[in-house]
Nanobody, 115 residues
Framework: QVQLVESGGGLVQPGGSLRLSCTAS????????MAWYRQAPGKRRERVAT???????SYADSVKGRFTISRDNAKNTVYLQMNTLKADDTGVYYC?????????WGQGTQVTVSS
């Protein structure tokens, strides 16, 4: 089973930026649609950004215009560029397939937006 390892989280002030990375333990199938998910404190995990094998992207309304998802199949990596961060963006961010594969959930990376 492919293991996914997220990194790049941290503490940032409102309005700041972070770039998250998700690296797979082996080659991500080029046909796979990948996504970033997040789980805010006390809330269910939600999908925030999706990228298809062809590079088409889609976003949750709450992050549209601020987040950008991309992928580099040669590096087995998916990225999430997050700009103009808000307190509501705080949470643990995960990457996974669409639909997600239960066994592939990683530890996630914590993003905290606070002044």
């Amino acid at each position: 089973q492919v293991q996914l390892v997220e990194s790049g989280g941290g503490l940032v002030q409102p309005g700041g930026s972070l770039r998250l990375s998700c690296t797979a333990s082996r080659r991500i199938a080029t046909i796979a649609t990948m996504a970033w998910y997040r789980q805010a404190p006390g809330k269910r995990r939600e999908r925030v950004a999706t990228v298809t094998n062809g590079g088409s992207t889609s976003y949750a309304d709450s992050v549209k215009g601020r987040f950008t998802i991309s992928r580099d199949n040669a590096k087995n990596t998916v990225y999430l560029q997050m700009n103009t961060l808000k307190a509501d963006d705080t949470g643990v961010y995960y990457c996974n397939y669409v639909p997600p594969i239960e066994a592939s959930w990683g530890q996630g990376t914590q993003v905290t937006v606070s002044s």
